[in-house]
């Protein structure tokens, strides 16, 4: 996926020179998060190592930049963002979208969803809280942080797991030892997406695998997104390229599947999602002085 901040002058004009009086803007969390540059959000990308399609096929007339349609912003073409997918958002600190395509179309959202698994977890446990690994943990199948039943570890290990190496283990874990069941800790994911006005999102699992009544949209993503990066302990964990969790002397090295951090300057997270129905999606983050 080509990356959304404008390389060339003739970008960076564009974005400058865009109309303002149609800007829109994504709900603030109660903390602004001081230096992030910008906040993307790409759902169902199509990934390619190769491209044999032609310059700019990407970019289509309804794709908005700083609020203007494309074919209303009387730019030529090349001075577009060109990105390639389906469904997605670009985001200032403060709410404002500088670029969006089909921000409200409802779409699956892979591993975003451990966010706000996350977010649920932070704001109902201590980072000291010890989780012992159930049986179901084990079952959930595919991305694993490589969890063993039975053994006991810190919540911050476990979060670092979920968010790090994007476990569906550690998110089972999470949820079972907060709400009793995953069920219940689903219907708290649910209750804090409505207290954030997320009106088009529905979560059905902690982990993200595909579900007919599990969905989001990129606009909801971005709010989610900016509200989780105003935490101190999320920004932290989201930033780590590589963690360190295990008990009983056992030490499991994870590394980060966000491949932007260390490798794009001032990438500081968030989170990485691939299923079936969702495709490839991220939600990334940046801040420059």
Not at 136 to 164: C, Q, W, Y
Not at 177 to 186: L, P, R, S, Y
Not at 213 to 228: F, K, N
Not at 233 to 247: L, M
Request: hydrophobic letters at 40%; a neutral charge; aromatic letters at 4%.
């Amino acid at each position: 996926m080509k990356h959304m901040l404008p390389e060339t002058n003739e970008q960076r004009r564009a974005c400058r020179e865009a109309p303002r009086h149609h800007t829109e803007s994504i709900g603030s969390p109660h903390l602004r998060v001081k230096r992030i540059l910008v906040l993307s959000i790409a759902l169902a990308a199509l990934v390619s190592a190769v491209s044999t399609a032609p310059a700019f096929a990407e970019v289509r007339a309804a794709d908005r930049v700083d609020g203007v349609s494309a074919r209303d912003i009387g730019v030529p073409t090349q001075a577009m963002p060109d990105v390639t997918m389906k469904a997605g958002l670009l985001v200032t600190d403060d709410g404002r979208v500088l670029w969006a395509r089909r921000p409200s179309d409802r779409r699956a959202m892979a591993s975003l969803t451990k966010i706000m698994t996350a977010v649920v977890a932070m704001e109902h446990s201590k980072p000291t809280d010890i989780v012992t690994v159930g049986h179901d943990s084990k079952l959930v199948g595919e991305s694993t942080s490589f969890l063993r039943e039975g053994e006991r570890l810190p919540m911050s290990e476990l979060l670092e797991a979920l968010l790090v190496k994007s476990g569906n283990d550690a998110a089972v874990a999470i949820a079972e030892h907060i709400g009793g069941n995953q069920d219940k800790f689903v219907a708290m994911m649910n209750q804090k997406a409505a207290e954030l006005g997320l009106s088009r999102t529905r979560f059905a699992n902690p982990h993200g695998l595909d579900e007919s009544d599990h969905y989001t949209t990129a606009a909801d993503l971005a709010v989610l997104a900016r509200y989780a990066m105003s935490k101190p302990e999320f920004r932290e964990i989201v930033g780590e390229k590589y963690a360190t969790i295990g008990s009983g002397g056992r030490a499991e090295q994870l590394t980060s599947t966000n491949l932007l951090l260390g490798n794009y300057q001032g990438a500081n997270g968030i989170k990485t999602g691939w299923t079936g129905d969702a495709g490839y999606c991220v939600i990334d983050s940046a801040a420059r002085d």
